[in-house]
């Protein structure tokens, strides 16, 4: 599984050009699948997930290859609408490709994406939200079989805004029958890319961004490829380097950012003491003092703090002067962090979905384990503060989601090692 050897106490400083979004990109990919056409995407994160997610689409008959950064997906020759159980478990994203499947064959054979660390990751709302355009679900064997035999667009209120469920009910509306209203929809960044890839496919989406999408469904239209399309940057990798740099009370400077996406982050950070200027293409932080502890911090879906950059803030809290309290509302258990964040000396307590942290003068390092994504990053930006070694075992987790992670730390003078 990989690990991480840090050595910490140093502070960073430097500049990082931040990577293009993983979660902007898998559900881009997927809706390749709606045309039949060369597909061109630069700045897809050189990433494991983006190569799972592009065996898929070669399994399903498509032609995707990497080139950098630039990914090209021919996906004229897609005759499969049954997406491999394995890879199916690879990542529980691949849920996405539901929507883009019945969009193209008004069928679609998955398997249940199956739970993973930080919760069940279960898929009623796309399920729910898809009967209502007619889909006939069946279950057996851990499949779920999807047939449509009239794809028609509906008006669909989410009990929950699902970025996933968004995406999916997005995508499936596009070659319906008709109009889909999507009600308390996702209203993430990366929901406003893939409306706008599709968009430029030929799609008639309006509203991502907003808690109520509309999409004017053509069934009889042919959608053509977008032969030239860059997904925004990783908004989520952006937050944990400033993260990285304000634990180890240094600074950097942040390229290829999108300003707005990071406003939620950008405020808690200022809130803690960090100095923050911002340009038009350029984030810097500065974090020369004593950070203050957060009475409150509360993920939430976007516009509120992201789910995503909890488990680094937590690191970053356990070092910061007073108590802090952290509330997890979006998933039911993403707090695996917090037992190897105490082995390096962090004072956390949990209490159901609150961990109550007291911020202690220095971390020390210790052989830990990540268990989850962003769980690795927490445990990753705490080692950089850490007086000593610490061993962080369970790379493979935090490669998922960020491209180059030690070559951007050494860059900005961390000492890492990766053994594989
Ligand atoms: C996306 O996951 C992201 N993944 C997650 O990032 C992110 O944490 C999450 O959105 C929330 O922002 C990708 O985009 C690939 P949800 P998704 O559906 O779509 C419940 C990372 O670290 N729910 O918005 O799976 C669910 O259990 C990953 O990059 C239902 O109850 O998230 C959860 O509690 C982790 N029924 C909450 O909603 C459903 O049918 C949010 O899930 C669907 C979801």
Same mark, same amino acid.
């Given at each position: ?7 910490g106490?140093?502070s ?11 979660? @902007?990109?898998?559900?881009i ?7 039949a056409?060369?597909n061109?995407?630069?700045?897809v ?66 398997? *249940? ?26 279950? $057996? ?11 028609k ?8 805004p @699902? ?22 929809a ?16 030929g ?54 950012v ?9 405020? $808690? ?5 960090? $100095? ?7 984030? *810097?932080?500065?974090?020369?003092t ?11 879906? *976007?516009?509120?703090f ?6 680094p ?30 082995r ?26 990540? $268990? ?38 050494? @860059? ?9």
């Amino acid at each position: 599984m990989g690990a991480y050897i840090i050595t910490g106490g140093r502070s960073l400083c430097g500049e990082i050009s931040v990577q293009g979004s993983k979660n @902007s990109s898998l559900p881009i990919l997927a809706s390749t699948l709606l045309n039949a056409g060369k597909n061109a995407i630069k700045d897809v994160p050189d990433l494991r997930d983006i190569k799972v997610m592009t065996d898929i689409l070669n399994n399903l008959g498509a032609k995707a290859t990497k080139k950098g950064n630039l990914l090209e997906v021919d996906s004229s020759g897609v005759d499969n609408w049954e997406v491999p159980e394995d890879m199916m478990r690879e990542m529980r994203s691949s849920i996405v490709l539901m929507g883009a499947l019945l969009g193209r064959f008004k069928k679609v054979r998955v398997s *249940y994406p199956g739970g993973c660390e930080i919760g069940p990751r279960p898929i009623d709302l796309h399920l729910k939200g898809l009967a209502l355009m007619g889909v006939v679900l069946k279950e $057996k064997h851990g499949f779920i079989y999807a047939e449509a035999p009239v794809l028609k667009g509906a008006d669909i209120h989410l009990d929950f805004p @699902s970025v996933g469920a968004t995406e999916n009910l997005m995508m499936a509306g596009v070659l319906a029958e008709g109009k889909t209203i999507i009600r308390n929809a996702a209203k993430e960044p990366e929901i406003v890319d893939l409306q706008n890839f599709l968009n430029r496919m030929g799609a008639q989406i309006k509203g991502a961004g907003t808690d109520t999408i509309k999409i004017n469904g053509c069934a009889s239209c042919e959608l053509k490829a977008v032969d030239d399309y860059t997904v925004i940057p990783d908004r989520i990798a952006a937050g944990t380097y400033l993260v990285a740099a304000a634990i180890t009370r240094g600074q950097v400077t942040l390229k290829n950012v999108v300003r707005e996406h990071m406003e939620p982050i950008l405020a $808690k950070l200022r809130e803690m003491g960090c $100095k923050l200027e911002c340009g038009e293409d350029y984030i *810097y932080l500065k974090a020369d003092t004593d950070l203050k502890s957060l009475d409150s911090l509360r993920t939430l879906p *976007y516009p509120g703090f992201p789910t995503d950059m909890q488990a680094p803030m937590m690191a970053l809290l356990s070092t910061a002067e007073g108590t802090s309290i952290l509330t997890e509302t979006v998933f039911e258990n993403r707090f695996k962090h917090a037992e190897e964040l105490r082995r390096m000396g962090a004072n956390i307590t949990i209490n159901g979905n609150t961990a109550i942290i007291k911020g202690v003068r220095k971390l020390t390092g210790a052989m830990v384990e990540a $268990k989850d994504l962003r769980a690795g990053a927490a445990l990753v930006v705490a080692a950089l503060a850490a007086e000593g070694k610490t061993t962080v075992i369970g790379s493979g987790h935090v490669e998922r989601g960020y491209e180059k992670l030690e070559e951007n730390l050494l @860059s900005i003078g961390a000492e890492i090692v990766k053994k594989d």
